[in-house]
């Protein structure tokens, strides 16, 4: 006789979804891990395209966080704007399931001043990802030299 019994079959369609069963949670996690990354990367773009503008044009740029598109707030925004005085260069949704966050020093403001090289003392400050669990992710700090630095395990408290 030739072929599989019925039981056989429901034996071997039973360990397969046990299987499937215990790989679908490390699977969540790394889709999860994936768009924190992303987001990271989205913004190290728009902070090296605003020392690039402020290089280029000789002129200073804003680096603000919007939840609008339209303009700047300091919490729970999904959309990175760049701006030169009034006019708005560019905006970028973030993607992901998180929340940017802003904190710009010596004086708190909800935007970060990125200037050209040559003239430097651009603003410092942290920006740090949220996710939906209101868990800080990462962090990236810029110095006053305008270049930003990735900190993955941020030891800072941080609030989200």
Same mark, same amino acid.
């Given at each position: 006789?030739?072929?599989?019994?019925?039981?056989?079959?429901?034996?071997?369609?039973?360990?397969?979804?046990?299987?499937?069963?215990?790989?679908?949670?490390?699977?969540? +996690? +790394?889709? /999860?891990?994936?768009?924190?990354?992303?987001? @990271?990367? @989205?913004?190290?773009?728009?902070? +090296?395209?605003?020392?690039?503008?402020?290089?280029?044009?000789?002129?200073?740029?804003? $680096?603000?966080?919007?939840?609008?598109?339209?303009?700047?707030?300091?919490?729970?925004?999904?959309?990175?704007? #760049?701006?030169?005085?009034?006019?708005?260069?560019?905006?970028?949704?973030?993607?992901?399931?998180?929340?940017? +966050? #802003?904190?710009?020093? *010596?004086?708190?403001?909800?935007?970060?001043?990125?200037? *050209?090289?040559?003239?430097?003392?651009?603003?410092?400050?942290?920006?740090?990802?949220?996710?939906?669990?209101?868990?800080?992710?990462?962090?990236?700090? $810029?110095?006053?030299?305008?270049? *930003?630095?990735?900190? /993955?395990?941020?030891?800072?408290?941080?609030?989200?």
């Amino acid at each position: 006789m030739k072929g599989f019994s019925l039981i056989e079959m429901m034996i071997a369609l039973s360990i397969a979804a046990i299987i499937c069963f215990m790989a679908v949670p490390s699977f969540l +996690h +790394h889709a /999860s891990e994936t768009t924190d990354t992303v987001a @990271q990367s @989205q913004l190290l773009s728009q902070l +090296h395209q605003a020392q690039e503008i402020a290089n280029n044009k000789m002129t200073v740029v804003t $680096v603000c966080l919007s939840s609008d598109g339209i303009k700047c707030a300091s919490d729970n925004a999904t959309m990175i704007l #760049l701006s030169v005085g009034e006019e708005l260069i560019t905006s970028m949704y973030v993607k992901g399931k998180g929340t940017l +966050h #802003l904190r710009s020093y *010596p004086v708190y403001r909800n935007y970060l001043l990125v200037r *050209p090289t040559i003239v430097g003392n651009s603003d410092n400050g942290t920006f740090w990802y949220c996710s939906k669990d209101n868990i800080v992710q990462w962090t990236v700090t $810029v110095s006053q030299s305008g270049e *930003p630095r990735v900190i /993955s395990k941020p030891t800072e408290r941080l609030e989200c």
